[in-house]
């Protein structure tokens, strides 16, 4: 089945693309209420700020049609900003919505390490994680990012710490995301992708 | 839990092809840059940066398959610069798949150029590349790949690019640069104890021991080489081996 890549033109669609070829996953992109609805499988990419996305997918009217989808049971994965705009907001936009899908806000890492929180890291599980399967525990993950989601253990697979603890990994339902980019995670993020479209197969 | 230490290969390229030097001069070939690339992903690099070293505006389209075909052979992260003096420059670069963007002279000429792109596409995705060459007890800012001197300090001015936007410093010693005698320690402490991003410290890497001074002493977050990847005199494996064994943080491919 093909990936639904959500185009709303503020993401790095090509190396989520190109990341999905590696695995032998055909893609296609997605940039219209229909396309959307019509998804057997979703995946929102995002990189940059809270307000751009979140303003993307309202002015292309995609919000409406991405929460009936994803309300259905179609299985969802967001990636960084993917994943924040999830949540009611973000301190990063203060004045607007985000998806509301998770409870709570997206706030600032803390100023005490260094900002963005840029490189390597590692996770630590709380649970089991369908994404993680088969996946070694000391695998490193690429983060590239200064907000964070709260770890609230209900939705949290995995966390990372960087100044804070902060939810690297949501699964919930159908509903997955993860604040690293795994398109951009070498083998590991691989894995996880592989993972992710297995779940829907 | 920690963050890695990162070790980022370079290529300098011509447009179409590596090259090298030392102190931005005396250039030859080093190879193809997508062998590379796909050499270096599989080693364990944890980024690579590609810059187009010529930069003349004829050449553009060349680097930008360059970049075409690096990307797609990358599962980490890319940088692309090197002539980038405008908006419209950084997206074609992030169109051909570049994650980040990184900027020298047109930083200094017109530093709103910071904020334009960070704006357009986060501050994690701005690098700002700063070639510091000491002067007495402090640093001087060169542009024109290292030719003259910017008027400015390399502390003032990483600090000032910092509020404008970029979301990390690629910080080359033009002293050390090409000279494999171990990168500028004093220098890149004093500026990444002085801002809030990482830092990536380049220029003179040859012994694994250069890599482990400047995350110790120097607070990089991150190294960059060129020619002692290109021409194997150092494997990425054996020096994160090396690190590891020292207590660095590093990432091993799984």
């Known amino acids: 089945m093909n990936v639904t890549l959500i185009d709303h033109g503020a993401g790095n669609v090509a190396s989520v693309e190109r990341a999905l070829a590696r695995i032998g996953v055909a893609s296609e992109r997605a940039s219209t209420p229909e396309s959307i609805a019509s998804a057997g499988i979703l995946l929102l990419p995002g990189v940059g700020h809270f307000a751009a996305l979140i303003r993307a997918l309202d002015e292309k009217a995609l919000r409406q049609p991405l929460l009936e989808t994803i309300g259905r049971g179609v299985p969802f994965l967001g990636i960084c900003l993917g994943l924040q705009v999830l949540f009611e907001s973000s301190d990063e936009a203060p004045d607007l919505a985000g998806l509301g899908l998770m409870p709570g806000r997206v706030c600032a890492l803390p100023p005490t390490v260094k900002l963005p929180h840029m490189g390597w890291n590692t996770l630590r599980a709380l649970g089991p994680s369908r994404l993680l399967r088969e996946i070694p525990a000391n695998s490193y993950f690429y983060f590239a990012h200064s907000f964070a989601a709260p770890a609230a253990p209900e939705l949290t697979a995995a966390t990372c710490e960087h100044g804070a603890e902060f939810a690297a990994i949501i699964e919930r339902g159908n509903i997955f995301a993860t604040q690293f980019h795994p398109e951009k995670s070498g083998d590991a993020g ?12 | 839990m920690s963050l890695a230490r990162r070790i980022i290969p370079c ?105 334009q792109l960070s704006e357009e596409f986060g501050a994690q995705a701005v690098v700002l590349a700063i070639d510091a060459k000491r002067e007495a007890d402090n640093w001087d800012v060169r542009i024109r790949g290292g030719r003259d001197s910017a008027h400015l300090d390399a502390l ?69 080489a060129a020619s002692i990847f290109h021409d194997n005199a150092q494997s990425i494996r054996l020096l994160k081996q090396f690190l590891a064994q020292r207590g660095v943080p590093v990432r091993f491919p799984c």
């Open chain 2, 11 to 115: 290529l300098d390229t011509d447009g179409a092809r590596v090259v090298k030097g030392v102190n931005f001069a005396g250039l030859r070939d080093a190879g193809d840059p997508a062998e590379l690339a796909a050499r270096y992903n599989a080693e364990g690099a944890d980024e690579l940066i590609v810059l187009d070293i010529a930069a003349s505006r004829d050449r553009r389209p060349t680097f930008l398959e360059t970049i075409r075909r690096v990307a797609a052979e990358l599962a980490i992260p890319l940088t692309a610069g090197g002539g980038i003096r405008t908006l419209e420059d950084a997206r074609s670069v992030v169109r051909a798949g570049a994650d980040k963007i990184t900027v020298n002279t047109a930083a200094v000429e017109q530093p709103d150029l910071i904020s």
């Open chain 2, 156 to 224: 003032a001015w990483a600090q000032q690019g910092v509020i404008l936007g970029a979301g990390e410093i690629l910080l080359t010693s033009v002293d050390r640069d090409g000279t494999q005698s171990g990168f500028d320690i004093a220098l890149t402490a004093a500026i990444s104890g002085s801002v809030s991003v990482p830092v990536i410290a380049s220029g003179g890497a040859k012994l694994p021991d250069h890599f482990l001074q400047i995350f110790s002493a120097g607070a990089a977050d991150a190294a960059l």
């Open chain 1, 190 to 201: 691989a894995l996880l992708l592989r993972n992710f479209v297995s779940l829907a197969a």
